[in-house]
């Protein structure tokens, strides 16, 4: 069967395009002029099939808007493992994974495996990397969001203060630091990912259907993130040895010396010895600040010291402390500082 070239230029099938383009693009940076092998249309979006070294399986991809990308995905693999690269930079993704084992490694270095049912975010600034490996002999369903950075907020109307970290930090582009957290998945978000492994709607319709999804795992996601499990109930009252607050010291100096781009909360929880939860209580304790209130402190401190020297100009010194766009800068310092950066530099 021949393949199909470039697809009509309507809206839809320009979105289609372009997720053909990102993901068949050669190491050269080469764009293709046509659907690739496996690569054919169909009415969820681009369906590819895996039907090589030994994997069976599929991954669909619908392009919803500029702004949101859905994929469902059901594939056994063989007896090595799948490596699965990211093509996308600058969002943030959602993995809702219903069977198989996935093993993560991020630009930090962390490793991990997360058993299913399980919920992966992923906060991946633009100039991070991130794999993904499925384990050999899996069979992996899943699926997934992928969502530009700065949709939560001018898309969608979420507030900044209501959205739990790391995608508050994210979404106001206030760190250049790729984070992993695996969070537990409750059943409504293994409904939602059901419902649209069984999807049957196409066009217009899917569209809608699969933003409400979207937002509707995004908003389960957030209150799971806002629920204090049993370590974090008591935050006021956290007992700290002399060890933990050793172990706390040594991480605050660690953020001291990679505050523009600090080490994800698992990475540091391993570099200091520390549980996850003993690590962000006691930081809190200890400090009085949360660890990425801690790291945004310090960028904003030393962009105002940058800004006051005015010898560099404000896209400059977003660079230099960290923040991906000046625009997130500026914001950052009105509501820290109630002026903007440039009557700093008057």
Request: hydrophobic share 40%; glycine share 6%.
């Amino acid at each position: 069967m021949s393949r199909a070239s470039k697809p009509p230029g309507n809206k839809k099938s320009e979105l289609i395009w372009q997720a053909v383009k990102s993901l068949a693009r050669s190491s050269e940076g080469e764009e293709p002029d046509r659907l690739g092998q496996y690569d054919t249309l169909s009415t969820f979006g681009l369906r590819r099939e895996l039907a090589t070294d030994g994997n069976r399986g599929y991954m669909e991809f619908a392009l919803t808007s500029p702004h949101l990308t859905v994929m469902r995905s059901a594939f056994i693999t063989s007896e090595e493992h799948l490596s699965i690269a990211t093509t996308e930079r600058d969002v943030l993704r959602i993995r809702l994974g219903l069977s198989g084992s996935v093993s993560c490694r991020n630009s930090s270095g962390g490793n991990s495996v997360t058993e299913v049912p399980s919920c992966l975010v992923v906060a991946q600034p633009k100039a991070t990397e991130m794999e993904l490996t499925v384990l050999p002999m899996e069979h992996y369903r899943f699926v997934g969001f992928v969502i530009s950075r700065g949709t939560l907020l001018d898309a969608w109307g979420f507030d900044p203060s209501a959205l739990p970290e790391p995608l508050r930090s994210f979404e106001l582009g206030e760190t250049n630091s790729l984070e992993v957290i695996e969070v537990a998945m409750s059943s409504e978000m293994v409904n939602i990912a059901t419902d649209i492994m069984k999807c049957r709607f196409s066009g217009a319709l899917l569209d809608q259907f699969l933003e409400a999804k979207a937002r509707e795992a995004l908003c389960y996601l957030i209150a799971e993130l806002n629920r204090p499990d049993e370590n974090q109930v008591a935050d006021a009252e956290v007992r700290l040895t002399s060890r933990d607050r050793s172990a706390l010291a040594e991480a605050r100096l660690i953020i001291d010396k990679a505050y523009v781009s600090p080490p994800s909360i698992n990475v540091l929880a391993r570099k200091v010895g520390l549980n996850r939860n003993k690590l962000c209580a006691g930081f809190r304790t200890a400090y009085g600040l949360s660890i990425h209130e801690y790291a945004r402190e310090l960028r904003l401190q030393k962009a105002l010291e940058l800004l006051r020297q005015g010898a560099i100009s404000i896209t400059e010194v977003a660079e230099q402390v960290g923040y991906g766009h000046s625009s997130s800068l500026t914001a950052a310092i009105k509501r820290r500082f109630g002026v903007s950066p440039r009557q700093l530099k008057r």
